[in-house]
Structure formats: C-alpha cells, structure tokens
C-alpha cells in the first residue's frame, strides 16, 4: 500500500529586508519547509530577487526548497509558520516611541493578514520594539497564547552565553544561560543559573567582570546598531529559525522567549521574556524558575517598563 505523502511545510517570512533575507536563507538550507518572502508592493521585486538567488544558491548548494517572492497577502495561505520582521529598524538616535508609532501600524496590518490568511499560523514575531508588537499581534489575530511568541531571549541568551565564553576563555558550546524580562534595558540576564558544562559561571569568573558582561549584554542590540548603522540580522534570524525548527519538529525545546504571561511570575496580561518549552502546540508550558531576590526584583523593574511600552501603544 502507497503511504501518502506529507505536505510540505510552508513558512511566511513578512518582511525581506535584512533580517528576513537571511531567515529565508537558513529555512532553504535546513529545507524547514517551502518559503514565502513577503513585503509591501514597493519592495515585491526585492523580494522576488533574493527569492530567485536563494533558489539559484540551492542548485549549487544541493537543497529543493520552492521560494516564492510576493506582495499578495493570499500567498500567505496555509502557512505553518509565519515569522515577521516587518518594520523600520532602529537607528542611531531613534527614541523607542517614534519607533512603536511607525512599527505598530505595520504590525497591525501584518496581523489582519494573517488572520485572514493563515489563521493556523504559529507566529514569531521579531519587529521591535518586541514586547510592544508581539502583545498587538495577538490581540490583533485573536490568536490563541500558544500560537503567538517574541524572538528576543533566545538572541539575548546567545548574546550572554558568547561573552561569559570569551571571558572564560572556554567554548560557546559549554555554557548555558538565560535571559528573562522585556527585549531593552531592563532585560534580566540570570546569573543564578548560567553555567559552563556545569560550574557555575560565578566560580569561573570575577564578579566585576560578569557586572560587565551583563551591562554589555543589556546593550547587545545597541552596540551592533552604533557599528553597523542597523540592527543585527544574522543572530536574530538564527534564534528565530531554532524557535521554529522546535515548532515544527515537536522538538520541546527550553527556550526563553516573549510569551503571554497570565499570572504567571505573578504577571497577567504581557508579553515578557520567560523560559517557555516549544513543542507541535507551540508554547506548551511557561517553566516558572526560582529567582534571587536580586532577579525578581530586577524582573519586576522589567516588567514594569513593558507594561509601560505596552501602555503607549496602547495610545496610538
């Protein structure tokens, strides 16, 4: 008897700006799934550029990924996964204000297309600033919580875990460390649990020196934009892809990440950085870690500025 055959998987990337182009990028080589690049009308060609090079680097890489560059949203249908970028990056000088009033028109009309759209869509959202926009996105699509997260901890994670590695002097590949809290100043790198192939990172490492790093840590996204005029694209579309690659192959990865949060860490009604376990529901569990003092107290501070953020998007 022929088995029948499994559909692909289809990923809508919104948005082929830096960011985005490289998501597309790490999909096709994974072959995650057929990709769909979409943006606004004055940027379809763009889009439809780096889709046609994409799909040309596959014939010399060796991967059978179909990628599609549009402008219409019904080429969003269906799919599995939708990753959104779309919005201004932040710039030299920009204030986070200017930055929600432009992003957050662009993301409530991302939201109505998927919607309609691609209502069974598991929705990672990267636009920033991203506890502002992830929260709109889902109070926009009616989506249920599982189904709607942010990419920030797992990038600001990775972040931490390279510069407690380089102060070390030992692999990447051996620590482990997380960051809780909003995507911006006030997020939470959580010493109390960072640890190289075991040994707390404490023991390994000064206590002025982890002071630093976790001050560097606060400023990761600031720093690239300083020396590169834009926001960082490579890490950003790497963390995204391993939140998905955990959706889409069931993985039930530990990952921090923006999630709605309902009484849980003593919060309701927000999106903040938490330790959530993504599986084939999506965020199938918020893992509600012991903190210091010190960090809870530090959480609450960063909760407080997303409630704010969220409060003056709420305005507009």
């Not at 640890?195 to 840590?217: F, M, N």
Request: net charge neutral; with cysteine.
């Amino acid at each position: 008897m022929r088995m029948a055959a499994s559909h692909r998987k289809k990923i809508a990337l919104i948005g082929s700006g830096n960011i985005g182009g490289e998501l597309a990028a790490l999909c096709a080589r994974e072959e995650l799934g057929d990709v769909v690049l979409f943006d606004i009308p004055d940027k379809e060609n763009l889009a439809k550029g780096k889709a046609l090079d994409l799909e040309q680097n596959g014939a010399v890489l060796g991967y059978d990924v179909k990628i599609t560059g549009t402008s219409k949203p019904e080429d969003l249908a269906g799919a599995d996964v939708a990753i959104v970028t779309a919005g201004v990056p932040r710039k030299p000088g920009m204030s986070r204000d200017d930055l929600v009033a432009i992003n957050l028109k662009i993301t409530r009309s991302v939201a109505e297309n998927l919607k309609k759209h691609a209502p069974n869509a598991f929705v990672i959202v990267i636009t920033n600033p991203l506890d502002a926009m992830v929260y709109e996105m889902k109070k926009v699509t009616g989506f249920p919580r599982e189904r709607v997260v942010g990419m920030a901890g797992v990038l600001d994670s990775a972040r931490f875990q390279l510069f407690l590695a380089r102060e070390a002097g030992v692999s990447t590949k051996d620590v482990r460390a997380m960051v809780l809290g909003g995507h911006g100043d006030t997020m939470v790198p959580v010493l109390s649990y960072a640890t190289i192939d075991g040994v707390p990172a404490t023991q390994l490492i000064a206590k002025e020196k982890i002071d630093a790093i976790v001050q560097r840590t606060r400023e990761g996204g600031g720093e690239i934009v300083k020396l590169m005029g834009t926001s960082a694209y490579y890490a950003p579309a790497s963390a995204a892809v391993h939140m998905a690659r955990a959706f889409l192959g069931d993985e039930k990865r530990l990952l921090p990440c923006a999630a709605y949060l309902d009484g849980e860490y003593g919060y309701k009604d927000l999106y903040m950085g938490v330790p959530a376990i993504i599986g084939a529901r999506g965020v199938e569990k918020i893992v509600e870690v012991s903190l210091t003092a010190d960090e809870k107290a530090m959480l609450d501070k960063s909760a407080s500025a997303v409630k704010e953020l969220i409060g003056v998007a709420q305005k507009l």
